[in-house]
């Protein structure tokens, strides 16, 4: 049986390269996972959006979830639509969904209300609900969404209005069952879906994240 010589010199450069590679890999990943946790952690601080309403031509509500359209009802109470309107988008007309659009009974009438029919994502309903404006000749819009929903809903109605002389107000509707967000088990599932719709949205994949993802 032949006998090999042991070259200690090669094994030993065989374990330093891999060694290197290891190393590599390890501080790969801890980049990779702590670039990603800022970025969410970002995204999670700067969910909300809550400014202080001002009378504008008309109240828009990217629609999505019941506490929307109860804020925006409440607004166009109170006076702050001066068309005396809101633009709802989508409106709903499958029947076993109108329970999610509860507008017939927070005292709306049909005549009350602007409806787009189109929009499937948070983009579309601000590419249909800037275009219902436009056409009708609304200059300002207070926006109404969910406390979750709103850096997305304001990153969507500024670049999608971008050029054009249009003043948007975003309003807050707070979260599920009136709640901040942070506060219920739904309200913290919706918002780590806003970490990953956010940046598909910061990379320009807007026009791939539609309605089959939960919606607005």
Do not use: C
Not at 26 to 44: D, E, K, P, Q
Not at 80 to 97: D, F, M, R, T
Not at 141 to 147: G, L, R, T
Request: charged fraction near 20%; charge should be negative; proline fraction near 4%.
């Amino acid at each position: 049986m032949a006998n090999y010589p042991f070259d200690k010199e090669r094994s030993l450069l065989k374990t330093d390269e891999s060694t290197r590679i290891t190393m590599l890999l390890l501080n790969i990943f801890l980049i990779v996972t702590g670039v990603s946790l800022a970025i969410s952690f970002y995204i999670l601080a700067n969910l909300e959006i809550n400014e202080e309403p001002i009378v504008s031509d008309i109240i828009i509500v990217p629609e999505g979830a019941p506490e929307r359209g109860v804020k925006a009802s409440e607004l166009l109470e109170e006076g702050y639509s001066e068309s005396g309107k809101i633009i709802v988008s989508p409106l709903l007309v499958e029947a076993e969904l109108l329970h999610l659009q509860p507008y017939g009974e927070l005292g709306m009438m049909d005549e009350d209300i602007l409806a787009d029919y189109q929009a499937t994502s948070t983009w579309t309903n601000a590419v249909y609900s800037i275009a219902l404006m436009e056409e009708n000749g609304y200059d300002s819009a207070i926006v109404v969404s969910s406390d979750y929903h709103m850096n997305r809903v304001k990153y969507s109605f500024e670049k999608v209005a971008k050029g054009k002389d249009l003043t948007f107000i975003y309003v807050s509707a707070g979260g599920p069952y009136g709640l901040p967000w942070i506060e219920t088990q739904l309200g913290r599932r919706l918002a780590q879906y806003e970490i990953f719709k956010t940046v598909g949205y910061w990379l320009g994949l807007h026009h791939f994240i539609d309605i089959g993802e939960g919606g607005s």
